[in-house]
Nanobody, 126 residues
Framework: QLQLVESGGGLVQPGGSLRLSCVVS????????IGWFRQAPGKEREGVSC????????NYSDSVKGRFTISRDNVKNTVYLQMNSLKPEDTGVYYC???????????????????WGQGTQVTVSS
């Protein structure tokens, strides 16, 4: 079974930056597309971004487009989410998740992903 561990969350002021990491273990990352999701208190889990297994294709939600960048290093079995110009509404628990094979237009749906990490808290506040 794939294991995913997120790190890099924390408290940051509006306008600041954070870089989240998702380390995948037990199996090679090459066969999996990876998505980042977030969940704020009282809200549903929201798809933020995803990257294809090769890294050649990425998607972003409209709320983060232009501010967040997803990337992957298959040698290190790690996927990153660089978050810039953070806003208070970016606050939430951020999760990475793995999907076997290719992802299509439904990349933002949690049901598309099999394996999940435990999450890392991101708080944007002054």
């Amino acid at each position: 079974q794939l294991q995913l561990v997120e790190s890099g969350g924390g408290l940051v002021q509006p306008g600041g930056s954070l870089r989240l990491s998702c380390v995948v273990s037990r199996f090679t990352l090459n066969y999996y597309a990876i998505g980042w999701f977030r969940q704020a208190p009282g809200k549903e889990r929201e798809g933020v971004s995803c990257i294809s297994n090769s890294g050649g294709s990425t998607n972003y939600s409209d709320s983060v487009k232009g501010r967040f960048t997803i990337s992957r290093d298959n040698v290190k079995n790690t996927v990153y989410l660089q978050m810039n110009s953070l806003k208070p509404e970016d606050t939430g628990v951020y999760y990475c998740a793995a999907h076997w094979g290719r992802l299509g237009s439904s990349w933002y749906r949690p049901s598309e992903y099999i394996y999940w990490g435990q999450g890392t808290q991101v708080t944007v506040s002054s």
